[in-house]
C-alpha cells in the first residue's frame, strides 16, 4: 500500500468540492508553504496547490501564514534601515515605469527606499529592473549590496530570485500554468527589510482588502495598497484611484481624486530613454509628470506627513523641482 505524501492534506483541503473546502488556517498555510520552500511537495502537488488557490482565491490567513514561512527561512536583510519597503511585480503595459522615478525623487531627498520585484514572467511588460542601468543602479545579488546602495544613493532594488529563489521560481511558472498564482500577491506582502511603510499595487480592486487584511495580520505598521496603473503603485492621473490603507492596525480606504479631467492616449511606443530624458529634465510628458507628482504625494501621507491633497501634491511638486539629478545619472 503507498503511503500518503505529507503534502497531500494540504491539497484535499483546498479541493474537497463545492462544499468542503476551507481556506487553509495561518499556521497550515505557514506548514505548507515551509514545505514548498524547503523542497519537499511535488511538482504535480504545487501546481495543483497554488490552482486550487488561485479559484478559491487566497484569504488573509493564508497570506499571513505564508509569510512567516518566508521570513523565517530568509530573514537575512531585516538589520537593514529602510523607510518604505516599495514592491513592484506586475510590469507595465501601457506607460513608462513613471513610479521609479517618484521613488528616486524621494531617495534625494533622504528617505530610504528598498524596491523588490520580479521581470519577464509575463510577456510585452516593462519591468523596473530593465531600467535600472540607465539611472546607475544595479540589480542588487545581496543584502550586503542592498545595504551599500542604500548607504550611497537611498535606494536599493533586489529582485525576488536573489531573496527569496523559491518564490522566484514558483513566479517564473506563470506561462506554464497559464495563470498568475498566489505567489504573485504574497511576494508583495513580504516587506523583506521589514520597512515600516509599504506599499504596493493591485490591478483588481477586490484584491486590495485581502492585501489590507494580510498586512494588518503582519504586523506592518503603515501600509498602502492602490489601484494602480497596470498593477503596479502608480497613480493615474486622468482617473480616480482607490487607496486602501493600514495604519496602526485600523482599515481605511478612499479615492485619490484625478489631476486632469482629459483622458490621456496611450502610447503606440515607450523607449526606455524617455525615462532618463524626463529625469534629467531634458523633455516634457504631461502624463508623466501628473502620475510622478500624485504618486509622490500618496506616498508622502503613506510616509506620515498631513495635509489635503492639494498641499500634499504642492509638496511632491517642490520636491520634485529640487531633486537631486546627478544622484542618479
Known amino acids: 500500500m503507498i503511503e500518503e505524501h505529507q503534502f497531500a492534506p494540504f491539497v484535499r483541503i483546498l479541493g474537497k468540492g463545492k462544499n468542503g473546502t476551507r481556506s487553509l488556517t495561518r499556521e497550515e498555510a505557514a506548514e505548507a508553504m515551509g514545505m514548498i520552500l524547503d523542497g519537499q511537495v511535488e511538482p504535480e502537488q504545487l501546481g495543483a496547490f497554488l490552482m486550487l488557490l488561485r479559484v478559491k482565491e487566497e484569504a488573509p490567513e493564508e497570506l499571513a501564514g505564508f509569510a512567516d514561512a518566508v521570513r523565517q527561512r530568509y530573514a537575512v536583510g531585516r538589520e537593514i534601515k529602510v523607510d518604505l519597503d516599495w514592491s513592484t511585480y506586475a510590469g507595465k503595459k501601457r506607460r513608462h515605469t513613471w513610479y521609479l522615478l517618484a521613488a528616486l525623487c524621494l531617495a534625494t531627498h533622504g528617505y530610504r527606499i528598498f524596491m523588490h520585484g520580479a521581470k519577464g514572467h509575463t510577456p510585452g511588460r516593462i519591468y523596473v529592473e530593465d531600467m535600472l542601468s540607465m539611472f546607475r543602479l544595479p540589480a542588487c545579488e545581496g543584502w550586503a549590496k542592498a545595504e551599500s546602495e542604500l548607504e550611497r544613493c537611498n535606494f536599493a532594488y533586489m529582485a525576488i530570485d536573489q531573496f527569496c529563489p523559491p518564490?522566484?521560481?514558483?513566479?517564473?511558472?506563470?506561462?506554464?500554468?497559464?495563470?498568475?498564482?498566489?505567489?504573485?500577491?504574497?511576494?508583495?506582502?513580504?516587506?523583506?527589510?521589514?520597512?515600516?511603510?509599504?506599499?504596493?499595487?493591485?490591478?483588481?480592486?477586490?484584491?486590495?482588502?485581502?492585501?489590507?487584511?494580510?498586512?494588518?495580520?503582519?504586523?506592518?505598521?503603515?501600509?498602502?495598497?492602490?489601484?494602480?496603473?497596470?498593477g503596479e503603485a502608480e497613480i493615474r492621473p486622468d482617473t480616480e484611484c482607490l487607496l486602501q490603507w493600514v495604519t496602526d492596525g485600523e482599515l481605511t480606504e478612499y479615492e485619490w481624486p484625478r489631476s486632469v479631467e482629459k483622458r490621456f492616449v496611450k502610447e503606440d511606443e515607450l523607449p526606455p530613454e524617455t525615462l532618463l530624458a524626463f529625469w534629467k529634465g531634458e523633455v516634457e510628458h504631461e502624463y508623466g509628470f501628473r502620475a510622478i507628482i500624485a504618486t509622490i504625494a500618496v506616498t508622502l501621507r503613506l510616509l506620515g506627513e498631513e495635509g489635503d491633497v492639494e498641499s500634499l501634491q504642492a509638496k511632491a511638486e517642490k520636491l520634485w523641482a529640487e531633486r537631486k539629478i546627478g544622484q542618479f545619472v
Open 167 to 230: 518564490l522566484g521560481a514558483i513566479i517564473k511558472l506563470r506561462p506554464v500554468l497559464g495563470l498568475r498564482s498566489p505567489v504573485h500577491t504574497l511576494c508583495r506582502m513580504l516587506n523583506p527589510a521589514d520597512a515600516p511603510a509599504s506599499i504596493d499595487g493591485v490591478f483588481h480592486p477586490p484584491y486590495g482588502p485581502m492585501h489590507q487584511k494580510a498586512a494588518k495580520l503582519l504586523g506592518i505598521e503603515r501600509n498602502l495598497t492602490m489601484k494602480g496603473d497596470g
